[in-house]
Protein backbone atom coordinates (compact mmCIF):
# COMPACT_ATOMS: atom_id res chain seq x y z
CA UNK A 1 0.00 0.00 0.00
CA UNK A 2 2.33 2.66 -1.08
CA UNK A 3 1.57 6.18 0.26
CA UNK A 4 3.08 9.23 1.90
CA UNK A 5 4.43 9.10 5.18
CA UNK A 6 4.59 12.20 7.55
CA UNK A 7 5.70 12.67 11.11
CA UNK A 8 5.03 13.66 13.48
CA UNK A 9 1.41 13.78 13.03
CA UNK A 10 0.85 16.70 16.14
CA UNK A 11 3.98 18.68 17.34
CA UNK A 12 3.18 20.67 20.25
CA UNK A 13 6.12 23.52 20.92
CA UNK A 14 6.78 27.05 22.10
CA UNK A 15 7.85 30.16 20.52
CA UNK A 16 11.45 29.90 19.35
CA UNK A 17 11.72 26.57 19.78
CA UNK A 18 12.90 24.43 15.92
CA UNK A 19 10.55 22.65 14.54
CA UNK A 20 11.29 19.45 11.70
CA UNK A 21 8.93 17.82 10.19
CA UNK A 22 9.38 14.68 7.90
CA UNK A 23 8.37 13.16 5.11
CA UNK A 24 8.85 10.29 2.99
CA UNK A 25 7.54 9.90 -0.67
CA UNK A 26 6.17 7.43 -2.83
CA UNK A 27 8.84 4.70 -3.96
CA UNK A 28 9.46 5.89 -7.49
CA UNK A 29 8.11 9.73 -7.62
CA UNK A 30 10.25 11.63 -8.00
CA UNK A 31 9.19 15.23 -6.74
CA UNK A 32 8.28 16.13 -3.57
CA UNK A 33 5.44 19.14 -2.48
CA UNK A 34 5.64 20.72 0.99
CA UNK A 35 2.33 22.85 1.48
CA UNK A 36 0.58 24.29 4.44
CA UNK A 37 -3.33 24.78 4.98
CA UNK A 38 -4.60 28.18 6.16
CA UNK A 39 -7.72 29.28 6.92
CA UNK A 40 -7.20 32.10 4.82
CA UNK A 41 -4.80 30.76 1.53
CA UNK A 42 -5.91 27.43 1.63
CA UNK A 43 -3.35 25.10 0.58
CA UNK A 44 -0.37 27.03 0.04
CA UNK A 45 2.94 26.20 -1.47
CA UNK A 46 5.96 26.37 0.78
CA UNK A 47 8.50 24.14 -1.29
CA UNK A 48 9.06 21.97 -3.90
CA UNK A 49 12.02 19.46 -5.19
CA UNK A 50 12.24 17.31 -8.01
CA UNK A 51 15.03 14.65 -7.98
CA UNK A 52 15.97 16.16 -4.23
CA UNK A 53 17.35 19.56 -6.12
CA UNK A 54 14.79 22.65 -5.25
CA UNK A 55 12.79 24.03 -7.69
CA UNK A 56 11.16 26.72 -6.46
CA UNK A 57 10.64 27.80 -2.52
CA UNK A 58 9.75 31.42 -3.11
CA UNK A 59 6.60 30.48 -0.92
CA UNK A 60 8.65 29.89 2.17
CA UNK A 61 9.44 32.59 5.08
CA UNK A 62 13.22 32.25 4.24
CA UNK A 63 14.60 33.99 7.20
CA UNK A 64 13.08 30.91 9.69
CA UNK A 65 12.05 28.37 7.36
CA UNK A 66 14.41 25.49 5.44
CA UNK A 67 13.59 22.72 3.26
CA UNK A 68 16.19 19.84 2.25
CA UNK A 69 16.37 16.18 0.66
CA UNK A 70 19.27 14.28 1.55
CA UNK A 71 18.08 11.74 -0.13
CA UNK A 72 15.37 10.42 -2.26
CA UNK A 73 13.27 8.68 0.83
CA UNK A 74 13.19 12.14 2.89
CA UNK A 75 12.06 15.52 2.61
CA UNK A 76 12.47 17.46 5.58
CA UNK A 77 10.96 21.03 6.39
CA UNK A 78 12.50 22.65 9.55
CA UNK A 79 11.02 26.18 11.11
CA UNK A 80 13.27 27.62 13.59
CA UNK A 81 12.52 29.43 15.70
CA UNK A 82 9.01 29.15 15.21
CA UNK A 83 6.07 31.55 15.87
CA UNK A 84 2.73 31.08 16.96
CA UNK A 85 1.60 32.28 13.36
CA UNK A 86 3.13 28.98 11.76
CA UNK A 87 0.47 27.21 13.78
CA UNK A 88 -1.07 25.55 10.76
CA UNK A 89 -1.08 21.94 9.29
CA UNK A 90 1.56 20.61 7.01
CA UNK A 91 1.16 18.37 4.34
CA UNK A 92 3.66 16.88 2.06
CA UNK A 93 2.93 15.24 -1.32
CA UNK A 94 4.41 13.62 -3.82
CA UNK A 95 4.10 12.83 -7.71
CA UNK A 96 5.51 10.92 -10.42
CA UNK A 97 8.00 11.72 -12.96
CA UNK A 98 7.04 13.42 -16.39
CA UNK A 99 5.62 10.94 -18.56
CA UNK A 100 2.13 9.59 -19.36
CA UNK A 101 1.57 8.45 -15.47
CA UNK A 102 1.89 12.48 -14.52
CA UNK A 103 -1.60 14.02 -15.25
CA UNK A 104 -0.95 16.54 -12.28
CA UNK A 105 -2.20 14.46 -9.27
CA UNK A 106 -0.24 14.70 -6.10
CA UNK A 107 -0.35 12.16 -3.31
CA UNK A 108 -0.63 13.52 0.26
CA UNK A 109 0.62 12.68 3.06
CA UNK A 110 -2.10 13.01 6.46
CA UNK A 111 -0.05 16.00 7.48
CA UNK A 112 1.50 17.62 10.44
CA UNK A 113 -0.64 19.49 12.61
CA UNK A 114 1.62 22.46 14.69
CA UNK A 115 0.86 24.43 17.63
CA UNK A 116 3.17 26.71 18.26
CA UNK A 117 2.02 28.63 21.56
CA UNK B 1 -1.38 36.69 -6.09
CA UNK B 2 -4.09 34.26 -5.67
CA UNK B 3 -3.22 32.12 -8.70
CA UNK B 4 -6.44 29.88 -8.08
CA UNK B 5 -9.63 31.61 -6.53
CA UNK B 6 -12.70 29.81 -4.51
CA UNK B 7 -15.06 32.37 -3.82
CA UNK B 8 -17.23 29.99 -1.98
CA UNK B 9 -16.26 29.33 1.26
CA UNK B 10 -18.86 26.92 1.75
CA UNK B 11 -21.79 25.52 0.08
CA UNK B 12 -24.91 23.66 1.48
CA UNK B 13 -26.87 21.08 -0.94
CA UNK B 14 -29.91 18.66 0.07
CA UNK B 15 -29.44 15.02 -0.47
CA UNK B 16 -30.06 13.84 -4.06
CA UNK B 17 -29.57 17.78 -5.76
CA UNK B 18 -26.51 18.64 -8.02
CA UNK B 19 -23.55 19.93 -6.12
CA UNK B 20 -21.89 22.81 -8.50
CA UNK B 21 -18.34 23.93 -7.22
CA UNK B 22 -16.58 26.47 -9.13
CA UNK B 23 -13.26 27.93 -9.42
CA UNK B 24 -11.78 30.58 -11.85
CA UNK B 25 -7.61 30.81 -12.79
CA UNK B 26 -5.30 33.77 -13.49
CA UNK B 27 -2.49 31.53 -15.31
CA UNK B 28 -2.75 30.87 -18.90
CA UNK B 29 0.12 28.26 -18.51
CA UNK B 30 -1.79 25.97 -16.20
CA UNK B 31 -2.10 22.23 -18.57
CA UNK B 32 -4.32 20.29 -15.92
CA UNK B 33 -6.90 21.34 -13.68
CA UNK B 34 -7.72 18.88 -10.63
CA UNK B 35 -10.05 19.07 -7.81
CA UNK B 36 -9.14 17.62 -4.20
CA UNK B 37 -11.53 16.85 -1.82
CA UNK B 38 -10.22 16.72 1.99
CA UNK B 39 -11.55 15.00 5.06
CA UNK B 40 -11.31 16.75 8.46
CA UNK B 41 -7.81 15.13 9.79
CA UNK B 42 -6.93 13.40 6.45
CA UNK B 43 -4.37 14.88 3.60
CA UNK B 44 -6.37 16.02 0.23
CA UNK B 45 -7.34 13.04 -2.38
CA UNK B 46 -7.42 13.22 -5.61
CA UNK B 47 -11.31 13.18 -6.97
CA UNK B 48 -11.34 13.73 -10.84
CA UNK B 49 -8.95 16.15 -13.00
CA UNK B 50 -9.00 17.66 -17.05
CA UNK B 51 -6.77 18.50 -19.30
CA UNK B 52 -6.45 22.08 -20.98
CA UNK B 53 -7.23 20.69 -24.37
CA UNK B 54 -10.87 19.46 -22.83
CA UNK B 55 -13.62 21.06 -21.86
CA UNK B 56 -15.56 18.58 -20.25
CA UNK B 57 -14.46 15.08 -17.80
CA UNK B 58 -16.82 12.62 -16.48
CA UNK B 59 -16.01 10.33 -13.63
CA UNK B 60 -18.98 8.59 -12.39
CA UNK B 61 -21.33 11.51 -10.57
CA UNK B 62 -18.61 13.45 -10.54
CA UNK B 63 -18.04 15.91 -13.70
CA UNK B 64 -15.84 18.91 -14.05
CA UNK B 65 -15.94 21.53 -16.87
CA UNK B 66 -13.45 23.95 -18.70
CA UNK B 67 -14.26 26.86 -19.88
CA UNK B 68 -11.04 28.41 -21.46
CA UNK B 69 -11.87 31.89 -22.84
CA UNK B 70 -14.11 32.73 -19.09
CA UNK B 71 -10.62 31.01 -17.15
CA UNK B 72 -13.08 29.27 -15.56
CA UNK B 73 -13.88 25.51 -14.07
CA UNK B 74 -16.46 23.80 -12.68
CA UNK B 75 -17.35 20.03 -10.47
CA UNK B 76 -20.80 18.91 -10.95
CA UNK B 77 -21.89 16.13 -8.30
CA UNK B 78 -25.00 14.37 -9.06
CA UNK B 79 -26.40 12.96 -7.59
CA UNK B 80 -24.91 14.64 -4.02
CA UNK B 81 -24.77 12.36 -1.11
CA UNK B 82 -23.79 13.40 2.61
CA UNK B 83 -20.76 11.28 2.35
CA UNK B 84 -19.70 14.12 -0.49
CA UNK B 85 -19.41 16.55 2.75
CA UNK B 86 -15.90 17.52 2.48
CA UNK B 87 -13.66 20.78 1.49
CA UNK B 88 -12.96 20.53 -2.00
CA UNK B 89 -10.09 22.16 -3.28
CA UNK B 90 -9.33 22.95 -7.01
CA UNK B 91 -5.71 22.83 -8.41
CA UNK B 92 -3.91 23.81 -11.64
CA UNK B 93 -0.70 22.39 -12.94
CA UNK B 94 1.49 24.50 -14.87
CA UNK B 95 2.69 23.16 -18.11
CA UNK B 96 4.63 19.65 -18.25
CA UNK B 97 8.46 20.65 -17.52
CA UNK B 98 7.74 23.01 -14.24
CA UNK B 99 4.51 21.06 -12.87
CA UNK B 100 3.93 23.67 -10.52
CA UNK B 101 0.84 22.51 -8.34
CA UNK B 102 -1.10 25.71 -7.15
CA UNK B 103 -4.34 25.20 -5.40
CA UNK B 104 -7.38 27.48 -4.28
CA UNK B 105 -8.47 28.45 -0.90
CA UNK B 106 -11.61 25.47 -0.35
CA UNK B 107 -15.22 25.13 -0.14
CA UNK B 108 -16.44 23.38 2.10
CA UNK B 109 -19.40 21.07 0.89
CA UNK B 110 -22.43 20.13 3.37
CA UNK B 111 -24.83 17.41 1.92
CA UNK B 112 -28.16 17.53 3.86
CA UNK B 113 -29.90 14.09 4.09
Known amino acids: DARVTQTPRHKVTEMGQEVTMRCQPI?????VFWYRQTMMQGLELLAYFRNRAPLDDSGMPKDRFSAEMPDATLATLKIQPSEPRDSAVYFC???????????????FGEGSRLTVL | DQQVKQNSPSLSVQEGRISILNCDYT??????FLWYKKYPAEGPTFLISISSIKDKNEDGRFTVFLNKSAKHLSLHIVPSQPGDSAVYFCASREEAGYQKVTFGTGTKLQVIP
Open chain 2, 27 to 32: NSMFDY
Open chain 1, 27 to 31: LGHNT
Open chain 1, 93 to 107: ASCFPQGPQNTGELF
